[in-house]
């Protein structure tokens, strides 16, 4: 079992950035790629990014959020983080982190093991 939090939500202005972090204990971490996903209200769960379980390894982004968010995993911390710049009020959402187990690490395709309770990011404009 692999419990997630979620933290560094929050509201911000339009042009802002905001760090996310998601704490993970229980299972060993570093097994599992990591990533992070949203939902807005009325629209459905989105992915944003995911990264592989190893330190340094391949991520992988939503196209329209190239550039903008940035996901980094620090294992000897058992945490991953979603670095969000250039912030635009249709990135305010539910930001989830989620987790499964294995190589493959493009999250957006597939069941996923785990999942936190998610922060709450709201930009406003």
């Known amino acids: 079992q692999v419990q997630l939090v979620e933290s560094g939500g929050g509201l911000v202005q339009a042009g802002g950035s905001l760090r996310l972090s998601c704490a993970a204990s229980?299972?060993?971490?570093?097994?599992?790629?990591m990533g992070w996903f949203r939902q807005a209200p009325g629209k459905e769960r989105e992915f944003v990014a995911s990264?592989?379980?190893?330190?340094?390894?391949?991520?992988y982004y939503a196209d329209s959020l190239k550039g903008r968010f940035t996901i980094s995993r620090d294992n000897a911390k058992n945490t991953v983080y979603l670095q969000m710049n250039s912030l635009k009020p249709e990135d305010t959402a539910v930001y989830y982190c989620?987790?499964?187990?294995?190589?493959?690490?493009?999250?957006?395709?597939?069941?996923?093991?785990?999942w936190g309770q998610g922060t709450q990011v709201t930009v406003s404009s």
């Open positions: 989620a987790a499964r187990g294995g190589s493959d690490y493009r999250l957006d395709v597939g069941p996923l093991d785990y």
């Open positions: 229980g299972r060993t971490f570093r097994n599992y790629a």
């Open positions: 990264i592989s379980w190893w330190s340094g390894g391949s991520t």
